[in-house]
């Protein structure tokens, strides 16, 4: 291959960075933009991840030094699709990677599970984290809270639900996120798993996490607590699951401690119905039975919870993107390792994917690295056969997008905006105080980067 590449990608999550990464070691005149439609980069990193998490959070300083490479360009606030679609990105790049990830709630239908007070894990994640295109407020008036769900989300949304605002204060919550938390009157955190403790997709050290604050006390309730032929498999065959079985072996026999807040972990529970009056007041769940396999079957047997408020957090979702194929039973692109490919199963020339929106929303940050692997192998194999965009000036894109008026920010623009959220974290010994409308976000970006 003897061709300087323009790529694009779209999506600034570690997905696509990770993706940019590979690309510009790979081909050595490559040159990348990124495009997000969020004013900032690292997707989910910054509004996915829970701020009480600085560890995970830390992944931005190895994706900071991706995107300070010179081959690489961010440019934000630019929406796949509506700000630019697919016809025009072949103008001015060679190939396009999609890496927009999973940031939607997987639906759960069951009856009631549209009454106010029902509300999705992404959806509370993204104000908690300051998510610029979710309302500032959020009706924190529950005492007794159902939580869906056994994996690291349940965890982080329980965690966060159970903890006082104080606990989060020395984190970048926004001020809008810590006034609500604090006005939060919750006593009692019902997580509801709808297998048994073999089956949980928590990793050992998010549980415990749950344990560490003084305000909770975390109470496993010993029903649950079974175990069939395919649980003891699972144990024996996996390491992080016999280590979450034994913690929560552990707390189930333990005494009580006396803690103003408790959060309760319930096996072998399925949500049935949500029910209310005009808002939830109870979630009715059916007692489960192991089969043999780790597979459950319902008992028959029905409890109804009194709870204000249930959070679903039953697994990410992706969105369809404009022109290109979509897979909505898995919620992916359809693809062969990473060429995306048509209704018919042929690779759509210039066109992959990685993250996510690949290969469904799971797995930890690390994962989506061997996506992108895989992905920039077919791209760099496909080189010389990629089309030839006409337009490949790099100046090309971004009189594009002045022409339309669209207020892009940049990866300069980002650095300051960064500088100034921090400034903002310092008077209170914090680390930073994230700025939340998404027009503020912008002028900042833009007043120090012109
Ligand atoms: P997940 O790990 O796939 O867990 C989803 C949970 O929802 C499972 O327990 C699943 O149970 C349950 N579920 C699915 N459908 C259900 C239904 N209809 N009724 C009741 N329960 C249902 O998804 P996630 O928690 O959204 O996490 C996504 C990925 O992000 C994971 O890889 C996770 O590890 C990662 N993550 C990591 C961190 C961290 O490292 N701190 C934090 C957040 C997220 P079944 O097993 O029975 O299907």
Wanted: aromatic fraction near 6%; proline fraction near 7%.
């Amino acid at each position: 291959m003897d061709r300087p590449l323009r790529i694009a990608v779209i999506g600034a999550g570690p997905a696509g960075i990770y993706a940019a990464d590979h690309l510009i070691k790979a081909a050595e005149t490559a040159t990348v933009d990124i495009f997000d439609r969020l004013p900032t980069p690292y997707g989910l990193i910054r509004y996915g991840v829970a701020p009480d998490h600085p560890r995970i959070k830390e992944i931005i300083n190895a994706l900071h030094r991706v995107l300070d490479h010179p081959r690489i360009r961010f440019i934000g606030n630019v929406d796949y699709g509506v700000d630019v679609k697919q016809e025009e990105l072949s103008r001015f790049y060679d190939a396009t990677v999609v890496a927009t990830g999973a940031d939607k709630d997987r639906v759960l239908d069951i009856p009631g599970v549209d009454l106010p007070g029902s509300y999705g894990a992404a959806d509370f994640a993204s104000w908690y984290n300051g998510h610029p295109d979710v309302p500032r407020e959020w009706p924190l008036t529950a005492t007794t809270i159902a939580v869906l769900g056994a994996g690291n989300v349940a965890v982080d949304v329980a965690r966060i639900l159970a903890k006082t605002a104080d606990e989060l204060l020395v984190t970048e919550i926004p001020d809008n996120v810590y006034q609500e938390l604090a006005k939060s009157p919750a006593t009692d955190v019902h997580v509801f798993s709808r297998r048994g403790p073999a089956q949980v997709k928590f990793t050992p050290q998010e549980l415990r996490e749950l344990d560490v604050s003084p305000n909770v006390e975390v109470i496993v309730h010993p029903e649950g607590i079974e175990f069939d032929e395919g649980s003891l498999a699972t144990m024996r065959a996996t390491r992080h699951v016999k280590m979450c079985v034994d913690i929560l072996q552990n707390w189930a026999v333990r005494d009580p401690r006396d803690r103003p807040r408790r959060l309760h972990l319930h096996f072998l529970q399925a949500p049935v119905s949500i029910a209310g009056d005009g808002k939830v007041e109870s979630l009715r769940t059916e007692t489960q039975e192991l089969t043999g396999d780790g597979s459950v079957r319902g008992t028959g047997e029905f409890t109804d919870w009194d709870v204000q408020a249930v959070y679903r957090a039953i697994g990410y979702l992706s969105r369809p993107l404009a022109d290109l194929p979509f897979d909505t039973t898995t919620g992916t692109i359809p693809h062969a390792a990473g060429r995306v490919l048509d209704l018919d199963g042929e690779h759509i020339p210039g066109m992959y994917v990685t993250g996510w929106i690949k290969r469904g929303p799971v797995g930890l940050i690390g994962h989506t690295k061997g996506d992108a692997n895989e992905t920039v192998t077919s791209l760099i194999a496909d080189a010389d056969t990629l089309p030839v965009a006409p337009q490949r000036d790099p100046e090309a894109v971004i009189t594009y997008l002045e022409e339309r008026l669209v207020r892009f920010t940049t990866w300069a623009g980002w650095q300051q905006l960064d500088v100034h959220e921090v400034s903002l974290g310092e008077p209170h010994s914090r680390k930073r105080v994230k700025v939340v409308p998404r027009d503020e976000m912008i002028d900042i970006c833009n007043r120090i980067a012109s």
